[in-house]
């Protein structure tokens, strides 16, 4: 090769090399796909929040590189999820989406992560077949499946002695999914579910559905409800006066984030999940204390799994010091950590999904109280995951 025929080339090499360098010096692109109107919309707040304040707490940067946001709000419509997810992946090139909270828009989501190849943090839905069917090395979930804390809460209502449930809940994934857990769990410990209720989300015209429930005289109810539609069925479930006569089981999301709202309607409520306000551990309280300072507000269960994704992105971005070319080293970083969540610690399954401690809870004032483990580390089956 003559001289300037060396330059040329090492001028060409230079120029390819340089869009690789430059993508792996500036800012990681993460596109937050969150529900911010609607039912949800608190829901989508509190992990907003939760995510950057992990981020701010590592100086703003993860992996060594500062962190840009790109927001959608995904309403919790499922018919808008695809191309909602395409501006995320198409339009602004995102690197990780983090998204979201409705199980159906989740299941959209997860379709084109797979199909482009992006990162996913799956930062609360709870949709089964996301760390089932649908699990993939470039998916994790820092939330729960909607089976586990159905599960969990019919492990309890069993062991109380309860023999005859009815389930309440919205007809869409999480609910249906969430009611199946309950059932399984509820059914293995003794107890019958003699009918399942539910009604369109988001609707909260309960009120038929409550005066089938007093005719029927169940020995429980178990609900799945969450966000808005929680505070509503939580106060009109006492307006009906049937706390008094027929105690309400939920999965904690139906007091969780929503007790200010409820006031004594709620009061008393016995639930599960993966997270208690009053959790009295060091990294909860520190957690707590530094998110009240920071957004004059209380964290909740939503904040917590927030943090947490970013908790699984950053330990990501650090063993491949935020170099997303080394795809498979970052997704195997980040299914191996150990997180060191508010919550307490856990791991993800193969699948993807926290193996976490369930705890059982009860609301006083503004705070849902840890009362008792219902079940250590309980892993969902992951049924038809393939990894
Ligand atoms: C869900 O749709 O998966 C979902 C929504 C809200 C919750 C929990 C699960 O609080």
Known sequence: MTAPARLAAAALAALCAAPAAFAQSGPIKVGLMLPYTGTYAALGNMIENGFKLYVQEQGGKLGGREIEYFKVDDESDPSKATDNVNKLIKRDQVDVLVGTVHSGVALGMAKAAKENNTLLIVPNAGADAITGPMCGPNIVRSSFSNWQPGYSTGVVAAQKGYKRAMTITWNYAAGAETVKGFTEAFEKG???????????????????????????????????????????????????????????????????????AQGAAAQGLQTTLHYADSLDTPRNNAFRKSFALTYKQNADVYAVQGYDAAQILGAGLAAVKGD???????????????????????????AGNPVQDMYLREAKGVNNEFRSVAVKGLADPARGCRL
């Open 324 to 350: 997303l070319s080394k795809r498979d080293a970052l997704t195997a970083a980040m299914r191996k950590v150990t997180v060191d969540s508010p919550r307490g610690k856990f791991t993800l399954s193969k």
């Open 190 to 260: 003794g107890g019958k579910v003699i009918k399942d209720l539910n009604l369109p989300f988001p609707n909260v015209e309960f009120q038929a559905l409550l005066t089938e429930i007093a005719a029927q005289k169940p020995d429980v109810v178990f609900a799945f409800f969450a966000g808005g539609g929680a505070v509503k069925f939580v106060k009109d479930y006492d307006a009906a006066g049937l706390r008094k006569t027929i105690p309400l089981f939920g999965s904690g999301f139906l007091t969780d984030g929503t007790l200010e």
